[in-house]
């Protein structure tokens, strides 16, 4: 019985499976959507959030980051970055006026 894993093991191994495949389908819509230009546009900060980061940062997957005061120039490196489970998101997924908004958005909620 060498080959079955303890309850706890497969209980983290499906968390993890569900938070990735959660993830890649937050980064496969983004990375879906036309940002040259008049196409299309986030209306703002809040909904770049709701859209985007609020899959993950307001289902306990990733850290609560909102009302935490986090300064927006960490918010936009963390974005085109990445940090651990945190993907880095392309100026093809987020331009740099829309990260501006959403980084305030955070820093400021």
């Not at 990733?62 to 945190?86: H, K, N």
Request: charged content about 20%.
């Amino acid at each position: 019985m060498g080959n079955i894993m303890p309850r706890g093991a497969v209980s983290g191994f499906l968390l993890l499976a569900t938070v990735g495949a959660g993830l890649a389908a937050n980064i496969a819509w983004a990375q879906s959507q036309d940002y040259s230009g008049a196409a299309f546009a986030w209306k703002d900060g809040g909904h770049v959030y709701a859209k985007v980061c609020s899959h993950c940062h307001e289902a306990h997957v990733g850290p609560v980051i909102r009302g935490r005061d986090l300064p927006p120039a960490y918010i936009r490196s963390i974005v085109r970055g990445g940090l651990r489970a945190m993907p880095s998101f392309r100026p093809s997924e987020i331009d740099d006026g829309s990260l501006e908004k959403l980084a305030e958005y955070i820093s400021k909620n």
